[in-house]
Each structure stands twice: as C-alpha cells, then as structure tokens.
C-alpha cells in the first residue's frame, strides 16, 4: 500500500506532488508519509483503493510459484534465482512473492523472450542475518549484449548504487537473444566477475 503514494497516477498526495518545482522526491514522500503511518492500520478498509490490486497481484504470483506455473531454479554459487514465468502468467510475478520463495538475491526472470536481472534491496544495504554476495556492475554485460540485439534495441543497467537496480531491454518488446543463450551470458558474466575477485 505505501507504494501507492510513491506512483504518481494513484497517490493521495496527488499529481501536483510529482511535478518540477514542486517535486521534493523520496524526503518529501517520508514527511508525507510518516506522520500518517499510525494511523494506517486502522484504516485498511478505507485505504482498500491504495492495496488491493496490489494484493492481489502477490497473492497470484505466490498461487502460480506454489502450483508450479512459476518455476524457480537456484544457482546457490552465484546467488542467482531463475524465475521463469510462462507467457499465460499476463504479468511480470510480484517481487515480494519472489523473494518469500527464493534466499537468492540476484533474481533473472525470463518470459518468452522477455529478460530482466534484478539485484535485490538487501544486497544494498548491511544485513546481520547473512551476507549476500556483493553488487557488480553489469554495464560491461548491457554492452555486450546490446551489440547482440537487432532493431535499435539495447539493455540498460541501472548502475550498483541505486536501490533495486536492474538490467532491461529498451527499444523492443522482446529481445533477439534466445533463452537458454541468454541465461548462459547472465551466468557466465556472474562466474567470471566473481572468480576475479
């Protein structure tokens, strides 16, 4: 729910709260934000229009992982979870739901021909339960493949120093790269990177 008043189209706080010069990003969105939190649970009902899609989504991302339409596959050396979600799925799975079934903090989904790596939030900050393995760059591995893509198509990184970053296609729907060969070079760059530190 708290999402919800981070996206411009459904946020209480209204459109005008985005917009230049007004705009006072993630500080603003905590002042906003923080005085109204104790009073948040005893307003869920009334919130309903803030959480529900929402809610919805990670309740059928967690059925599709629990009956096997999401698989998952672990690959415990590169704290890499394969999440591969099947074109009749109609949505990218729920990261939440992800994350509740898989200890792995470097998520690749695949879809069809629809790739995206993801680092999770923990890999950004300092945890004490455990120690997951460090961020690295895939700026040289979104160059790389770009060069693979036809169209004008090319993958972005979002860089190691954002929050949740991620690497994406940008210019197509869909990219030129077959699966399997695609999760080969994600797995190849990761060993590579890894035995060279």
């Known amino acids: ?3 919800a008043f981070a996206d411009p189209e459904r946020s209480p706080l209204g459109r005008s709260f985005f917009e230049p010069p007004a705009a006072a990003g ?7 934000l923080l005085p109204r939190l104790g009073g948040i649970p005893g307003s869920l009902g009334d919130l309903r229009a803030l959480w529900e899609e929402e809610d919805a989504a990670l309740s059928e991302s967690e059925a599709a992982i629990a009956d096997g339409r999401i698989r998952i596959e672990e690959v415990p ?12 799925f109609g949505r990218d799975p729920h ?12 998520v690749l989904l695949l879809r069809s021909r629809r790739y995206e790596v993801r680092y999770r939030y923990e890999t950004w900050i300092e945890l004490v339960s455990s120690t997951p393995a460090p961020r690295i760059d895939l700026d040289p591995l979104a160059a790389d493949l770009s060069a693979e893509e036809t169209g004008g198509a090319r993958w972005e990184f979002d860089g190691v120093e954002e929050i949740t970053p991620s690497l994406r296609l940008v210019g197509a729907e869909e990219s030129a790269i077959r699966p399997e060969a ?11 990177r890894l035995a060279a530190r």
């Open 77 to 88: 050396e590169i704290d890499l979870a394969v999440v591969r979600v099947p074109e009749s």
């Open 182 to 192: 695609f999760r080969a070079r994600i797995e190849g760059f990761l060993r590579d």
């Open 95 to 106: 990261s939440i739901a992800i994350h509740n079934a898989t200890g792995r903090f470097r």
């Open 1 to 3: 729910m708290i999402s």
């Open 26 to 32: 993630t500080a603003g969105l905590y002042e906003h």
